[in-house]
Structure formats: C-alpha cells, structure tokens
C-alpha cells in the first residue's frame, strides 16, 4: 500500500475514503502499468477490490534511460510520446457506436461498462486507428514528428523502386495510348518469349539505330517517358512533365505583369473586366495564368486580309468519325498558316479570362481599326466629288465580294457541355456588353429555329460559343461559315481532343481557311494530348503555369475507410454521416453550404440521391432528364443565406449536388467549400478535376475520399502525401 501511494500519480481515481470496490478501470490499468515498470513489485491488488485477479505475468526490469527518464506516471506512452491523461479525459467512449437512428442525428457515444478490461483495452487500439483519417492535413510538424510513418514510408518507397522497375520492363500501361510497339523497348520480353536468331537481332539492331537517327530533337523531346515517382501509380505517370524551365518563365512573367494596367488592353475591355467580369471586385491582380497568356496572345495588328473563299462545297468529312485509330495515326497537317497555343494551368485559376480578354480586345480593335478605315474612305470619296468636273462614276468602284459577311464569326469558342457553354457564354455577354461585341452561344439547349436566328440573323456574332457536336454539324452543312474566323479556342482540350470528341473537333479547325490562332486551354495534359499536339502542331506555343497537377495545399483531403466501425463498408451510410457532420459543423456560418458528390457511374448518382433524401437532406443529382444548367446554378452562384428555420433543421442548411465527372470540368463552383469523392477516380486526371470544384481562386476547400476493401488505398494515400507535399501529381 506505501508504495501504492509513493508512486501513485496524483490523477488516479482513488478516493481517500474509496472502498476495495470503488477504484475505476482506468486507475487499475494506470497500477498494471506502474506494476511493469517497478523492480520487484509484487503488490497485491487484493486490498482495493473484493474480486480476485489473475497476476499479471512478471516483465523483467530493465533500467533502461528511456524507461527511467520518461515514466509513464509523466503521461508518457511506452514509445516516449506524450499521451493525454487518460483521467482527464472524462467519460471513457466506446469501441462500437450505435448508429441506431443512422444519419438522422450524429452518432452517440454511449458509456464503456466499467469492469469490462477486454474492451477498454480494445478500445484504446481502436482510438490510434479512426474511421477517418486526418493525418495529412495541415500540420506540417506533426506530420515530421511521425517516426513510424517515416519508417513506413521508406519501406513503400523501396517496395514501390522494386515494382517500378518491373513496371517499366513492360509495355507501356498508358491508359490513353496504346503506341505502337517500340522495337527498342520490347526486344528484351520478346527475346524471352521466343528465341530470337543472331541475324532478327542484328536487323532489329539496326532498325533501332535508324530510328535514332531519323527522330528530332523535338520528337526526342517529348517521347521520353515522364517521371514516375510512384511505381504504382500508372495513372498519375499518364500526366507529362512540366521543366522547371517552363517554372521559370511563369514566375518572370507573374513579376512583369502584376496588374491588369500593364496588359495594354483598351480602356473599354479594362471596364468591362472590373465591372462585370470580376463582379465590381476591388484591388484584383492578374493570376499566374493571365500574367503568362494575356501579353502572349493580345493582337494589336489589323486583320490580314482573308483567303479566297473555297468554292467547292465539300459536304463529306475529310476523316471518318468512326474510326477511333484515326486521332492517333493522324500525321502533321498540312503546312499551317495559323499559331497554336496550348494554354495550361492548374484548376480554378483563372484560364477562361487568360484566353476571354485577348480575344475581344483584338477583335476590337480590329472593328475599329475598320471603322477607321471606312470613313476616312468616305471623306476620300466626299472631297473627290468636290473637286470641279468629278462625277460618281469617275470613282473607283467597289470590290464585289461573294463572301458577305452574314453569318460568319470571327471566333470559335468549343467546349465539352452545355453547361459549359452557357458559363462562358455568360461571361462573354456580360464583357460584351461594354465592349459592344455580338455573342451567342449554341448547345442542344435551344431550338433549331433559334440557333438559326442567333446565326443568320442580320447582326452577324463576333464570337460563338458550342459544342463541337452542334457546330460540327452546323459548319458541315454550311462550310463557308468558317470563312472569316481568325481564332478558335478549344477549352477543356484534354476532353475535346480524345477519341471520342477528336473526330468531330478536328474538321472543325481544317474547315478555317484563315484561321490565325487556334487555343487550346486545358488544367491537365495526359500524354496522349501532348502526343497529338507534338505530332499535329509542331510548332506549338506552350504557356503552362509552376503549379500544374498540382492540387492546391489550401485542399484539404481526408480518406474515410468505409470498412471500419461503425460503417461496415456502407459507403452510402458513410456519405449521409459525413454530410451530417458537415450540416452541423461551425463553418459557413449564416449561409447555406453546398456539397458536391462525385461518384464514378450514372447509376450511382440515383442511389445515392435517394438516400440522401430518405435521409431529410436536400439533394440533387445531375442526369439525363433534369435540367442541369438550373441545378448547377445553384452550386455556381454567389453564397445564398439559410434562414433561421433552416438553420434550426440543420439539414436545411446543406445543399448537395450528386453527380459524375460531368460536372468535374470547368464548372466555376466559386462557392462550394466541400466535395466528397464518394468512390475513388480512375485516374489523377479526374482527382484533380474532381477536387478542383473547391478551393477555386484561393479560397479554401475540404474533400473526403471514401474507401473501401475495394479500393486501391496505397494509390489515395499517395495522392494526398503528394498533395500534403505540394508537388504535382506526375
Ligand atoms: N484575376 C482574378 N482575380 C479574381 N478572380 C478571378 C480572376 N480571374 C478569374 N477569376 C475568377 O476565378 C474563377 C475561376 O475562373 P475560371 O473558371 O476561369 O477557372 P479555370 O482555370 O478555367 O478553372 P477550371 O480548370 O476548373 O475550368 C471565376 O469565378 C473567375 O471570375
């Protein structure tokens, strides 16, 4: 008993006047502790508890300076880190949480029965391991201070050279292009398979030779495999390579055009990017982005002067649509008279305005660079008729032209949705509205009878916005349409320029005969893009900012292991907690936060939805019958306030949105603070699209990934360490 109470810490639940049955669990697990520490002690626990209990199995004491300097009476653990003091802590918590009412309301936390030592100590293992797993986040020093997790993460790290090494032995697993078979690369696995002769070697020797000799520097350039940081991750190794060449330029640019001013735009198009773009935002400054894109693709030069108009009316494609090999044997166009610009950057930064401001600007200045031309015309022609004995007809007569100019734009703008179409649309209007330019936008969402109006109608539009489905068909059907267009603007160009959107994009651009700038925009450029354009632009322009693949560190992403207590791997239960969590949270107080769920397939989005709605939550999916463009309003539009009654349901004061990667491009949702990945993307292209809808334009941004038994863990794990690190998904 003395030497209970000499080395007995001061927070033990032990009462003067406590009883043999009276001491708590915990203090008896705090004595068991001291009890393995102490040299020779054989105190019997007899006097504090009426039960008997079985002795504990004699641990020999070793005097070791870990164990002497950090007792575990200092609320140390038997690692030498400090733990919270476990009678500090209040009420002990369960190891199982009863969900009984599901999500209607945050899960209990019963009381563990005392007594009951199997469990407490069950339960002490299970608080290290929670459901979800914060352990990225923010702290940058917690995250040094763990020991273990270094020790692990050397281990995968070799495992991971181990498999790398495997994997890069074998074709290439890119899921985007299947190339052909590189003789240099296969001769090692087919020399296994079957036995080649002295003389196939020698040829393939030579064939290999050649092929070095034949390629250019350029094509040298951009075969060479990315870099793969993490043999696993095939997907992420699908993204190319950013040098920090290109860094370099991106950070000159960002110090020499630090504000809109030193863009030399003219005053209406400054104007109309303070009044309207920006919604009447004060002290803005150009993004990386736009400090790279705008000087580069601002025009103050007048139009040069249009090509002959082609009078054969070719209503047959140049390529057919249904051959999907044909995006990839494509070789280089013929000679091009137009530049190309691959503009990319990471998303929510800005692209659109980077390619939106340039344009109208140049187109202008070039409609008052005409407007100035006519009339000092027309003063010529005024004095001429002064002049004694001059006529009418002694004046030169005008051009006869058979391309008026109705019906035909001077730029293109293609995008993959309409939904996407009727957002940058929005823009171009609400700029065009200062700038007096015409602008129309064209997708399935109108009528036959008004897209007809809106093109042939007397006022021609400067710029179109549509997707490449409408405007293929529409420029098949009148080839002369893209007479006078002198820019085309291909955003989301990873989406529009892979095999199934390439055979309908690609005439599009060969139907410009006077094209003089062909944009593409993208936040990522999987390999196959940056194959295509290798191969078919040559001589691209690439304006691509340092923080490419890159997820923003102001992202915080969480995995939740659906397969662990108190889920069981219901995924759909997990979900409906989280937006529970989310609903009651202090964040966004005053206004209704928004969610956004990504799942993989169509179908899912339906399941989900009416669970959530089971639930008391207002949720929405996006498909085929709902009408999406007013739906994602809601999610794109400015914060909307919850009112008292909906703050007092709680549940009312969440909006979410359930849908698939049609939503994960593009879509400005300005205001959305939290995205749940409810499965696991295919690729890191769609992580970083998908947890690009938070955190746009340095706002702050929260995302759950759900995993579960199913789930490639180890790939989630070390996309949210590359995240933590700031670095790019390559
Ligand atoms: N210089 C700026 N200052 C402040 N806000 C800006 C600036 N430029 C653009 N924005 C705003 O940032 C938001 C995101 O822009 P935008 O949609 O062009 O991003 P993005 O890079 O195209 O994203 P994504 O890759 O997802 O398509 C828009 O709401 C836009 O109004």
Known sequence: MSLLNRSRPANLHLPQSATATSVCLSC?????????????????????????????????????????????????????????????????????????????????????????????????????????????????????????????????????????????????????????????????ASSIKDPVTAGEKEARRIAASRLDSTSSPEEKKYTRPPVRRFGQMKHIASLDHVSSRTREITHAAEEQFNTFETFDFLPQTLEALYKDALDGLEGVAPTPVQSLVIPTLLDKSPAPPLKPLVTENS?????????????????????????????????????????????????????????????SESLKTQEMLQQPGKWLFDLPSPPITQNPTHGKPYAIILVPTSELVFQVGTLLKKLSYIIKLRTEMISKDFTGTVIK???????????????????????????????????????????????????????????????????????????SLDTYITKKYPDCKRLVTANLHAVPRRIQLQVVDVAKDPYKNNKTLACAHLCQQIATDSTEPGFSKRVVIFVNERETTAVVTSYLKEAGFNAVSINRDSDSRKILESFTGDKESSTVEEEGVRKGGVKILVTTDLASRGVDTKNVKNVILYDVPYTSIDFIHRLGRTGRMGRRGRAWVLVDKDSNTEYVKEVRKTMFLGQALI
């Open 28 to 188: 008896l697990a705090r004595l068991r502790q001291l009890h393995l520490h102490l040299p020779g002690n054989h105190v019997t626990t007899s006097s504090f508890h009426s039960t008997p209990i079985t002795p504990l199995p004699h641990k020999k004491w070793n005097p070791s300076p870990s164990s002497t300097s950090r007792p575990n009476s200092n609320n140390r653990n038997t690692t030498g880190r400090r733990v919270a003091s476990k009678s500090s802590k209040g009420p002990i918590r369960p190891s199982r949480m009863t969900l009984s009412e599901r999500v209607a309301r945050s899960p209990p936390r019963p009381q563990i029965s005392e007594g009951r030592n199997g469990k407490l100590s069950k339960f002490l293992e299970r608080r290290q391991e929670p459901a979800v797993d914060t352990g990225g986040g923010m702290n940058r020093r917690s995250f040094r201070l763990r020991s273990e997790d270094k020790q692990q993460y050397s281990r995968e790290t070799e495992r991971r050279r181990r498999d790398l090494k495997e994997i890069t032995s074998r074709p290439s697993p890119s899921r985007f292009l299947q190339k052909p078979t590189d003789p240099r690369r296969s001769r090692d």
């Open 453 to 527: 109006n809106r093109l042939f109608r007397s006022s021609t539009p400067d710029i179109i916005v549509g997707t490449p489905f409408m405007l293929d068909r529409i420029t098949e059907a009148n080839p002369q349409m893209l007479h006078r267009t002198s820019h085309i603007i291909i955003d989301e160009a990873d989406s529009l320029f892979d095999r199934s959107f390439s055979p309908i994009t690609s005439p599009i651009i060969s139907r410009a005969p006077n094209l003089e700038k062909l944009i593409l925009c993208s936040a990522t450029i999987p390999k």
């Open 315 to 375: 209503r047959h494609k140049t390529k057919d649509p249904l051959d999907p090999d044909q995006f990839h044997r494509d070789g280089p166009q013929s000679p091009q008279s137009f530049k190309t610009y691959l503009i990319a950057a990471e998303t929510g930064s800005g692209k659109t305005l980077s390619y939106v401001l340039p344009l109208m600007d140049t187109l202008k200045r070039r409609e008052l660079h005409n407007l100035s031309l006519t009339q």
